[in-house]
Each structure stands twice: as C-alpha cells, then as structure tokens.
C-alpha cells in the first residue's frame, strides 16, 4: 500500500486528537493513567510512523538507576498502538483491536530520554483492511526500537496485534 493510499485510511481528526496536548494528555490520563505520569508523549506521527518518548525520571526508575522494563514496554506499546488506533479510528462497523503477543530485547542500559519508534503503519493498515473486507480476524506483528539521546539502540519490542471487525 502506498503512502498517500495510507494517510487516506487514517482521518484528519484523528492526527488532531493525537497532535493536541492537552486533549492528548486527557486521554493519558483517564484511559492510561501510568502512561500520564510516567510522562510518555508522542514526539512525532503519521499514517507510516510514530514516534513515542518516555522520560528517566523518579516515577520511570527502577532500583539500578535505569528505567523500568515496564515503562519502556509501555512507551514502546503506544508507538504501535498509536499507529493502530489510527488504522480503526471511525471505521463503520467498528474494529476492535487488542494485542496478544509480546517479545522484547534489551540491549543497553536505558537512562535519559528514550524514544522509541515503529514504522508499521502499512502493515496495520493492511490488516485491518482484510479483517474488513473478509469479516476473518488477522493478527500481524510490529516492531518498535528504542534508542537513546545518542542514538544507541537500548531495546527492540515486537508486538502481535489483534484485529476483528465487531
């Protein structure tokens, strides 16, 4: 599928709702009050990509000085659950969509500011215009890549997502 086929698929309102801080930031925090106050922000998004930041910070901290496992799966969860509920975003009738794997490496300390990123938005998009068109759930694996301020690749997700049309 091609870029401008992609952006498409995803409403104008959608890009608004997400791009708003403060109505962002609402949705953090009376949908997913950890990611409020773990401070995660989307740094960058489009149909293709998104990117998702997570701060070191006292609440993000784990005992070795480093950031939580946890917070890091989060922030690396949302680049793709961004990108997800982009794909199913005012789709009629609705998609429901749910995440039913996860794998993750770890491969540096993770202290500072991490951004991670997917750039699966295609692939989303496809499955949830199968599920669509057949009525059939399709599952599809995405990856998001955490790297710090240097560039460093501190840990590596792969998310399986569900979607089904309801």
């Not at 793709?80 to 490496?105: D, F, H």
Request: with cysteine; glycine share 8%.
């Amino acid at each position: 599928m091609d870029a401008a086929a992609t952006k498409s698929l995803i409403p104008d309102a959608f890009f608004s709702l997400v791009r708003n801080p403060v109505k962002f930031r609402l949705f953090l925090l009376t949908k997913l009050p950890a990611a409020f106050f773990a401070g995660l922000k989307v740094r960058q998004l489009s149909a293709e990509a998104c990117i998702v930041t997570v701060p070191f910070k006292w609440f993000t901290q784990n005992p070795f000085r480093s950031i939580y496992f946890a917070c890091l799966s989060m922030a690396a969860e949302l680049s793709t659950g961004v990108l997800a509920m982009g794909a199913i975003y005012g789709q009629k009738p609705a998609v429901s969509m749910l995440v039913t794997g996860l794998e993750a490496k770890f491969y540096k300390k993770a202290a500072g500011l991490i951004s991670f990123t997917c750039a699966d938005g295609d692939v989303i998009h496809q499955a949830v215009g199968v599920a669509k068109a057949t009525g059939i759930g399709q599952t599809v694996s995405v990856t998001s890549t955490g790297r710090n301020t240097s560039g460093e690749v501190v840990a590596e997700f792969l998310f399986t997502w569900s979607f089904k049309e309801k």
